[in-house]
């Protein structure tokens, strides 16, 4: 009786420590349900999966706990990874370092929110969606490229968005360089910001939301270097009567728009040329 009670003592170490393994270490390769569909494949340890009908995958997040340093493929399988799930790697505070190759073209809703460990990002030709890095706290340096377009509150309550030195006069910017200009995305500007607003010169694209709450605003003059107005960038502003634009109609015509861009503001555009 002895024997067999240590024999079932021994198989019992050995099954808990076999489920102790395969809980705890991810191999790359195919993930699947019980009806053996894929679900996802892991490489180098975090999750991509095909896009539905299309050639290309996406960087879905990670099974992996303290993994602090994330650095997405640029292709896998021989085919390109274009973009980050929304909520991929939500709350996930032990990331520090985020590399994202020039393959990624969209970077889903608070794909990174709540990644408080994340001090510096680059993007590039990339779509951020809407509150992607909020609440990164940690993070204050954003290197932007003249291809980069901005979600609502997608760096709200960052380092950078808290710091009042990168405030000017009651808006929030983002700066790039080409060759030797500087051009600015328009982040946010503070509700308390009344009457007539000039967008800084060399902005050349407006943030979803950026005007988001701003009632008391009448006007705004918009530069002719805008070449785009992201998603309800507007919304909330009702009582702005007249947007200005600096340059002809049909260079306004030309100005890419966003989803409801003008959300509850019936405003009139006029044209300085």
Known sequence: ???????????????????VTVTFTACDGKVVDNDGNVEYEIYHDLNYKLIE??????????????????DIASEYNGKKVTSIASGAFEKRSEITRVTIPESITKIGADAFDWCSGITEIFLGNVQVGDGAFGNCTRLKDIVITAD?????????????YNDSDNWTGEALY?????????????????T????????????????????????????????TSVKYVG????????????IKFGGSET??????????????????????A
């Not at 009786?1 to 489920?19: E, G, P, R, Y």
């Not at 306004?252 to 989803?259: P, Q, T």
């Open 1 to 19: 009786m002895k024997k067999t009670k240590s024999l079932l003592i021994i198989l019992l170490i050995l099954c808990v420590a076999a489920v």
């Open 53 to 70: 009908g299309t050639d290309e995958y996406e960087c879905i997040g990670t099974d992996k706990n303290n993994l602090s340093h994330i």
């Open 148 to 160: 980069t377009k901005v979600g609502a509150d997608a760096f709200f309550n960052t380092a950078y």
């Open 174 to 190: 983002l700066e790039y360089a080409v060759e030797e200009d500087t051009f600015r995305v328009l982040l946010n500007v503070d």
């Open 192 to 223: 308390a910001v009344k009457g007539d607003f000039e967008i800084a010169e060399n902005t050349t694209s407006i943030a979803g939301e950026a005007f988001d709450g701003c009632y008391k605003l009448t006007s705004v003059s918009i530069p």
């Open 231 to 242: 998603d309800y960038a507007f919304v909330g502003s009702t009582n702005i009567a007249e």
């Open 251 to 272: 260079e306004w015509e030309s100005v890419a728009k966003g989803e409801n861009w003008n959300l509850g503001v019936d405003a009139e555009v006029t044209f300085a």
